[in-house]
């Protein structure tokens, strides 16, 4: 059954009765991105989950990187720190492997699912894509045609509820991405609500770090300049702050556990409620 209802989905069968409405819930859920979802797949550059593995969490998930064993049978996070939108079979960096383009990661997953490796139920099945911070020099129509081969991929193999993650536009080392990329994100997702008849759309990951880091003491932070460790990928001491909790960035420009944690809990609300 498993194996037949992955050809079924492969071969679009499963889209005949597609649709723009969100899902009712969701019991799995698959991501493609960068640094601020990975979670293993290529280098985790936090003290804990990313906000994608928040979101698994509070949807009740077993969220898998895609490179563990037995991953097939979970939610899988695709995300690989470093990607761009576009493709790139990735290479090693030191115990790493990393740069793994967002083509690339939806092209693993649809190769699983062509082979009957992984069967999921378009139905209640979420694709979470978060990207374009790496993009820089990239000019916008070609991340946004990066977006559109991603999410026409997916839909070929049977997604139908597709999230597109709108970028952070106060972290220095990424605000020129993010305001030359959220315009063109907002004018492609409609586009391709109506060209493919799938359920796509916006959320707001980008503007909920941007609300933290406008606010910090709202939220227990006391310091949203310096970061919390190291990165080892940089040869930097990776020992931690005494209190990781009141960081904003754990790593240089990468969000602490504590900064995704919230921003996971508020896309759950989101994507939740837009479902009901």
């Not at 707001?204 to 939220?219: E, H, K, N, T, V």
Request: charged residues 20%; hydrophobic residues 40%.
């Amino acid at each position: 059954m498993r194996h037949l209802r992955a050809a079924l989905a492969a071969a679009g069968l499963f889209l005949a009765a597609t649709t723009a409405q969100a899902a009712t819930h969701y019991d799995r859920l698959y991501a493609f991105g960068d640094s601020f979802s990975d979670t293993g797949a290529g280098f985790a550059g936090s003290n804990g989950p990313t906000a994608v593995a928040q979101l698994a969490h509070r949807l009740g998930l077993s969220l898998a990187h895609s490179r563990e064993p037995e991953a097939n049978c979970r939610s899988i996070n695709f995300a690989v720190a470093s990607a761009r939108t576009g493709d790139n079979p990735g290479r090693r960096i030191g115990d790493y492997w990393l740069v793994v383009g967002m083509q690339n990661q939806v092209e693993d997953f649809a190769t699983r699912v062509q082979r009957g490796d992984i069967a999921f139920d378009p139905e209640t099945t979420l694709f979470f894509i978060e990207g374009g911070l790496n993009d820089a020099g990239t000019p916008a129509a070609v991340t946004t045609a990066n977006l559109t081969r991603q999410i026409e991929r997916l839909r070929s193999v049977g997604a139908r509820h597709v999230s597109v993650a709108l970028l952070p536009t106060r972290i220095p080392a990424f605000r020129e991405e993010a305001l030359r990329l959220n315009p063109a994100y907002r004018s492609l997702v409609p586009v391709l609500r109506r060209t493919l008849g799938i359920d796509v759309r916006l959320n707001r990951f980008g503007a909920y770090l941007d609300d933290i880091q406008a606010d910090p003491s709202r939220y227990g932070l006391v310091d949203t300049e310096s970061q919390c460790a190291g990165n080892p990928l940089a040869g930097e001491d990776t020992t931690p702050c005494a209190a990781p909790d009141t960081y904003f960035y754990y790593l240089a420009d990468h969000p602490s556990a504590a900064v995704s944690r919230i921003v996971g809990d508020r896309l759950y609300a989101e994507i939740v409620g837009a479902a009901r």
